[in-house]
């Protein structure tokens, strides 16, 4: 994702990507630490769809701080540079106030577009990517705020390698793409609950715990800034939650 204008760049440990006969079996999760997500990306392949709920954060920050909330389909592992994804952010800019709204991004052909559909604190947001045309690889990308009573939708072209759905705050890289950041200072945010996380596959809506995934904390050295909860059967869900 970049940034406002810059790529985001994903701490990617090695994983091969289970088959979507894995979710017949017990889901097992493997905590794994990121630079710059807190979250959870999904071992399978084969994905067609994400959709997931998410209530918009409360967000405090200085000048040139920055938190993005997000649902798509890639971004770990071999992944790292094949993503589709979309959300919402909390900016901060030097003329002061807050930009807080919906983004969009296909990596690496399109660089972050940011339509003007706001989003509030404590709005509930409802979002979903999903594969309309696997010829033509046709994608319908959403984003609901009833709370408002807003609604974005746009249709676009991506070939995604259909891997590694993944539901994540992250503190953008700053500058070029690294693995290493820098990174944007990050705002005061304290927590995003996330629920109704679905994956589709084979044109089949499943719940995400039924799938083998990765559970993301945001670790920069000794120094743990966000973790991720258990994933809930009863929500289908976690919530995420700065240090």
């Known amino acids: 994702m970049y940034a406002i204008a810059a790529l985001l760049a994903a701490v990617l440990p090695c994983a091969a990507v289970a088959p979507a006969s894995a979710a017949q079996s017990a889901a097992q999760s493997t905590t794994v630490d990121s630079l710059h997500w807190v979250g959870y990306t ?7 769809g994400v959709r997931a709920d998410w209530t918009e954060p409360t967000v405090h920050g200085k000048v040139g701080t920055q938190e993005f909330v997000w649902l798509g389909i890639g971004g770990w592992n071999r992944t790292e540079n094949n993503i589709i994804q979309d959300g919402t952010f909390a900016y901060f800019p030097k003329g002061g106030g807050r930009n807080e709204g919906v983004w969009y991004e296909r990596v690496p052909q399109q660089e972050a577009q940011f ?36 609604h974005w939708a746009k249709t676009v072209t ?7 759905p993944s539901f994540v705050v992250e503190d953008p890289n700053k500058g070029r793409p690294s693995g290493s950041g820098p990174f944007y200072p990050f705002p005061r945010w304290q927590s995003v609950t996330f629920s109704h996380l679905q994956i589709r596959i084979a044109g089949k809506w499943r719940a995400a ?35």
């Open 42 to 48: 999904f071992n399978v392949g084969h994905v067609t």
């Open 115 to 150: 339509p003007l559909v706001a989003v509030a604190p404590g709005d509930h947001i409802e979002s979903s990517i999903t594969l309309l045309n696997s010829r033509t690889h046709k994608w319908r990308m959403t984003l609901t705020d009833p709370t408002l009573g807003t």
């Open 158 to 164: 991506f070939r995604s390698d259909e891997a590694f």
């Open 209 to 243: 715990d039924k799938y083998p995934s990765f559970r993301v904390n945001m670790v920069r050295g000794r120094r743990t800034l966000a973790t991720a909860g258990a994933l809930s059967t009863k929500t289908d869900g976690f919530t995420a939650r700065q240090k």
